[in-house]
């Protein structure tokens, strides 16, 4: 995607690579009072382990897991497992496009407490809308997302770790 590849096939023995650690810009804030999860097509891997450590730790959080079709909802069966609807203050709800038509956002926002983070990965068409809706909505919410590129500004920075 962003050249690394390119730099690696021309690297030869004896070549000094400096690597960093991984980066993590899609982490749980801790102590907040409600989670949303949102959660669109392979964006459900790091939003099913959100869940995951939310439900161990006995969070308020409500979680939506959205998919073209039920076939594509590979990860409904563990959702289900985690038990989310068993908790008065919690939820899970699939939504499948050919089933229940488009997502309403606008809908979700309203429901969603003041004072809950949100969490959301998946396409970047669903992305766009839940940033414009929180955006553009009045209640306040702290929103993070996580993208399958880099950001612009990440691709624009010169490669220097290899010497």
Do not use: W
């Amino acid at each position: 995607g962003s050249g690394g590849s390119l730099k690696m096939h021309s690297l030869k023995v004896g070549d000094r690579v400096i690597i960093d650690g991984p980066r993590n810009n899609f982490q749980l804030t801790p102590n907040t009072p409600h989670y949303t999860l949102i959660a669109g097509g392979i964006g459900v891997t790091p939003i099913f382990a959100m869940a995951r450590e939310l439900r161990e730790n006995n969070a308020k959080v409500d979680v939506y897991y959205l998919v073209q079709s039920e076939e594509l909802a590979a990860f409904a069966p563990h959702f289900e497992k985690l038990a989310f609807n068993d908790q008065s203050d919690s939820s899970y709800q699939l939504h499948c496009d050919d089933k229940n038509g488009l997502f309403d956002f606008d809908a979700l926002i309203e429901k969603i407490p003041s004072d809950s983070a949100i969490y959301t990965c998946g396409p970047e068409p669903m992305l766009n809308k839940v940033i414009d809706v929180v955006e553009n909505h009045t209640k306040t919410h702290e929103l993070h997302f996580e993208r399958f590129t880099i950001a612009t500004e990440e691709l624009e920075k010169e490669n220097s770790s290899l010497k």
